[in-house]
């Protein structure tokens, strides 16, 4: 100890950064002078520009020590008034059961991981996945499922877009059943409105009446209706219309499927499959259609194919990389989707069986029809007959003090109007709850002179409801009549042994940050502290509905301004909107804020958009969505962005130029010197500047967005902010706007926000996104403070240049700026190995696998090369392992130059190699098995085994099959 330390040194206030870092002072030192820089700034000036440097450090407050932040943030916490919420409209509180809770939603072995492109190395979440796809198609009767989208509500508006895709109907006409969730129809309102749709919102019965090109109903609708939608939707199948349904899978455990209806597809929330509501989310969506409708589904889905070996293995199918290749022809922007959540959803299954379910489908409807008889009696008229959980009551003058007793007693139920209340039990829902409720009811029912009850309602009154009920239930003749989750997976793993030893099993199969650095690039693949994820799972956070009286949701809203307040310093920007769920969701919310403006101005021809050709799939996706036409910029010889040529596009389109989209720094990995020349040209021509986020990583504390000239942006909290990428998301893209843009920003129709937006409809189901991961992006900040960020991009930058300059020699790295240096990641380019030896950048990224490494990102965004963002948390011993494994794979490449090995029979092309490879009898190959799995030396002491070696995607699109597998074959 250093006796002339001050107590504030001691007290270590700074402790996190060095804990978040991977370099130390020593490290930073070597690696700088491996790199020929003389100090870390000196590297900073010879990278960023100058003219878009911040003039002062960032004024953030902090940094917090670990347990210091954690008891800010329990305090903020601790104001949330968590009550019981009895209001439905899609949220339903629910039981995680705590084997998944801790082994899944809590352990970084499934939320550090990425999502599973690489998929010998990830058929454990792969293998969730299609259980979570299995629970889908048993419970909607569809044929098809995806792996999941962003929440119901955006479910519903890419079921819209589907529709017109596969709808025979030349009408321009979308009917939207008045019964479903208001935030479902807001959002579809927003979608439609860009695609120019009209949007006829009515009675579900009414809906064949119409001259539309599709339909969406809600079953149970919003009030709790059960009805058969079967001659509605045949009436519109007959007008050549296609039908959407968003449902419920609980309630679906128990009632006729929408596909036995004929529905084209079903959507929903798998929220209420053991997701805690959060606030709003993340939860993930389902979407499942009919087998004819394959190729137009949005989203990823998972599917069956075989590996090198014959051995069933899965991955990604059809659409995979749909964005990437088809653009703006995509089906949707979706990238980032719900992928922890989807797995979660999936395990409740797994876990509960199908009896296990029907049990709890079963209790929630007993409750409810045990409450509807009682409330009767206690004078109120339910206003429905069938039912599966919810339904309203006619309260009359009694409402408001309905409302209060209940809140008195701990519930929250739904406000309707003023003469009518609505209630929705759930999984957490018990018979003290009824009687509790019961009892507010009669309380006012007496006060009313209506109930027929002089004293208070008891056990026995539930007794008695309890037999009236069983012999009378109101959807009797809605039930199912087919069996569900017959696949073993849903009837083996009932108890806590062998679920835990599941979970594990898949776990071993996947190869997460908990193993090794996942070096993707555009993915920001950083540390998620352990401190940073333990908020989301306390209750406070995790049971808020989202539609709670605000009064209960001052903790939320504390924490929610205080990242808002960050995020603007970190920026620049006037306002921030959080709604989006994903980077691609904040690249639609803020062209919708842009297209807004220009209408506001009477522009409304400015509708085109300017794309880089390096730009990210999903921007032109995004824009496509907006209703714009993409307008193609060239990039130039060094990767820029052709200024020539985006300011002749500029000036041809001047009088339609509605924006720019740009990544900064480029997805090329440098910081072009010419962005703020090429903000200007799009301003002069009244275009403005959409500024993709995903590369914030390289810019904070040193430039912002606003600074550089950008109008609005997205964040990918889930990249910059250490949210973790949970193997395919949750994620969140709040935008950062100017203020002449706040006004056009979402808002919300159920929990309108304050702010300049009033009115404007929303762009995700919930008022704040994903709320409850925010809290992970709270405490980064929190512990990082401005210096830690500050310090953390200057690293992250270090780490990307070491890797460069020292693999440079054995893969050419494509792109750097003026001096030399490269952003926060670097390009390597495979394109001569490949000539010269047929070795594809694939072959490498399948061989690192051997030396237990998840590949960079490949072919993107340039095809034939590798992307590597070390981001700033890997340390110098992480860097060096991985580049010497990169370095061990140059040098069998140049075997294979040599012609010591086959072009076609060598390490690279037989890889990722597996335990089978290890034990096979007839190993007849160049290379020795040794060379094969155990490459260098400290391989073996933490090997990663892949489960399954190379896997045929081809053979998996021809023989398309997207469900579980059945048992036999599963063995092969
Ligand atoms: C440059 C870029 N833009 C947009 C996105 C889409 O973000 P998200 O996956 O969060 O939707 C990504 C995703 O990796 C990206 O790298």
């Given amino acids: 100890m250093n006796e002339q330390q001050t107590l504030t040194a001691l007290e270590q206030h700074d402790e996190f950064i060095a804990r978040h870092l991977g370099p130390n002072a020593n490290d930073i030192a070597a690696m700088i002078g491996a790199i020929g820089a003389a100090s870390l700034d000196d590297l900073i000036a010879q990278t960023v520009p100058d003219a878009i440097r911040l003039p002062a450090p960032l004024a953030l407050a902090g940094p917090q020590r670990e347990q210091e932040a954690l008891a800010t943030l329990k305090a903020i916490a601790a104001k949330n008034v968590v009550k019981k919420s009895l209001i439905g409209m899609g949220y339903h509180d629910t039981l995680t059961p705590k084997v998944i809770l801790r082994n899944v939603l809590e352990n970084p072995g499934w939320y550090t991981a990425y999502t599973p492109y690489q998929a010998e190395i990830a058929q454990g979440r792969l293998e969730a996945l299609l259980n979570y796809q299995q629970v889908v198609l048993d419970l909607t009767g569809m044929q098809l499922a995806n792996a999941s989208l962003l929440d119901e509500a955006t479910a519903a508006a890419e079921a819209m877009t589907m529709a017109r895709r596969i709808s025979k109907s030349k009408s321009n006409a979308f009917f939207v059943d008045a019964g479903c969730f208001p935030q479902t129809i807001d959002v579809v309102k927003t979608r439609a409105g860009l695609f120019g749709y009209e949007l006829i919102v009515g009675a579900a019965a009414d809906a064949a009446a119409q001259d539309v090109f599709g339909a969406l109903l809600q079953y149970p609708d919003v009030r ?5 939608l079967s001659d509605v939707i045949a009436a519109l199948k007959a007008k050549g219309a296609a039908t959407a349904v968003a449902t419920d899978l609980m309630a679906l455990v128990l009632l006729k499927s929408p596909g036995s209806m004929g529905a084209d597809i079903a959507l929903g929330s798998s929220q209420r499959f053991g997701v805690p509501m959060g606030f709003g989310g993340p939860h993930a969506a389902f979407f ?20 090198a070996r014959g051995k069933t293995a899965l991955r990604m199918a059809l659409q995979t990389r749909e964005q990437h290749i088809r653009r703006e022809k995509a089906n949707s922007n979706i990238c980032t989707s719900q992928v922890l959540l989807a797995n979660i959803a999936g395990m409740y299954a797994v876990y509960h069986g199908p009896q296990g379910l029907q049990t709890i489908a079963g209790r929630i409807h007993r409750l409810a029809t045990i409450f509807a008889l009682g409330v009767r009696r206690a004078g109120f008229k339910p206003l429905l007959d069938r039912f599966f959980d919810s339904f309203d009551i006619a309260t009359g003058e009694q409402t408001a003090a309905i409302h209060a007793a209940a809140r008195a007693a701990g519930y929250n139920l739904r406000e309707i109007s003023a003469a009518k209340l609505g209630i929705a039990f759930n999984e957490k829902s018990t018979r003290a709850d009824v009687l509790a409720l019961l009892n507010a009811f009669a309380e006012a029912g007496r006060l009313a002179n209506v109930c027929e009850l002089a004293r208070a309602f008891d056990e026995a009154d539930i007794e008695a409801f309890d037999a009236e009920a069983a012999a009378n239930s109101p959807i009797a003749n ?15 793993h009932h108890t806590e042994h062998e679920m835990l030893r599941y979970l594990k099993r898949l776990q071993n199969r996947d190869l997460a940050m908990d193993h090794s650095m996942i070096s993707l690039g555009s993915c920001t693949m950083k540390l998620n502290a352990t401190s940073e994820m333990i908020p989301i799972t306390w209750p406070e956070f995790g049971d808020m509905h989202p539609f709670v009286p605000l009064d209960q949701a001052q903790g939320y809203l504390e924490m929610i301004k205080g990242l808002e307040d960050w995020l603007k310093a970190i920026t620049g920007f006037d306002a921030i909107c959080m709604q989006p769920n994903s980077g691609a969701q904040g690249e639609y919310a803020g062209l919708v804020a842009i297209h807004r403006y220009h209408v506001s101005r009477g522009d409304t021809q400015r509708t085109v958009c300017l794309i880089p050709k390096s730009a990210h799939g999903t921007n032109p996706a995004s824009a496509q969505m907006c209703g714009m036409s993409v307008v193609v910029v060239d990039c130039d010889d060094s990767g820029n962005v052709n200024v020539a040529d985006l ?64 109008d609005v942006s997205h964040m990918n909290l889930h990249k910059t902010f250490a949210i973790p990428h949970g193997g395919g998301g949750p994620g969140m893209g709040p935008i950062g706007l100017k203020a002449h843009l706040a006004p056009f920003m979402a808002n919300h129709v159920v929990q309108p926000i304050d702010g300049p937006h009033q009115g404007q409809s929303a762009v995700s189901a919930a008022p704040w996104g994903s709320a409850s991961i925010l809290p992970i992006s709270w405490m980064y900040i929190a512990m990082m403070g401005g210096t830690g960020l500050t310090q953390a991009t200057k690293v992250a930058i270090l780490n990307a240049n070491y890797i460069a ?40 990224a399948k061989r690192l696998m051997d030396y237990g490494f998840h590949a ?27 580049i010497a494994a990169l370095m061990s794979i140059r040098e069998e490449i140049r075997k294979i130059e040599q012609g010591l090995w086959p072009a076609d ?22 290379y020795t098995r040794q060379e094969a799995v155990f490459p260098l030396p400290w391989v073996a002491e933490n090997k990663f085994w892949p489960s399954v070696n190379r896997i045929d995607d081809v053979y998996g699109d021809r023989n398309l099959f997207c469900a579980c597998v059945p048992m036999a074959e599963d063995a092969a």
């Fill in 224 to 228: 709790g209706e059960v009805k058969d």
């Fill in 288 to 307: 499942a259609t009919r087998d004819e409708h394959k190729r137009s589904v949005p989203g990823r889905i998972i599917g069956v194919s075989v590996d």
């Fill in 478 to 492: 809605l039930l199912r009549d087919d069996a569900i989750l017959g696949h073993p997976v849903f009837n083996t």
């Fill in 647 to 710: 300011e002749a596009k500029a000036r041809e389109h001047s009088g339609n130029l509605a924006c720019l989209m740009i990544t900064y720094p480029s997805t090329h990995g440098v910081f072009e010197e010419a962005i703020k020349d090429i903000c200007t040209i799009v301003h002069q021509h009244g275009g403005q500047v959409y500024m993709d986020g995903a590369n914030l990583n390289a810019q904070v504390g040193l430039t912002s967005p606003a600074a550089i000239g950008a």
């Fill in 805 to 844: 300059s020292r693999l440079n020699d054995s893969y050419p790295v494509l792109y750097t700026g003026t001096k030399g240096r490269v952003a926060h990641e670097c390009i390597l380019d495979i394109r001569a190995i490949k000539a010269a030896t047929g070795i594809a950048e694939i072959d490498i």
């Fill in 856 to 882: 960079p990102t490949v072919s993107f965004p340039v095809a034939g090369t590798l992307m590597v963002e070390p981001t700033e948390s890997e340390s110098k011993a992480e860097l060096d392992r991985f």
């Fill in 905 to 926: 029979n060598n390490p690279l092309k037989h890889a990722p190699h597996t335990q089978a490879d290890l034990v096979d009898a007839e190993w007849n190959r160049p």
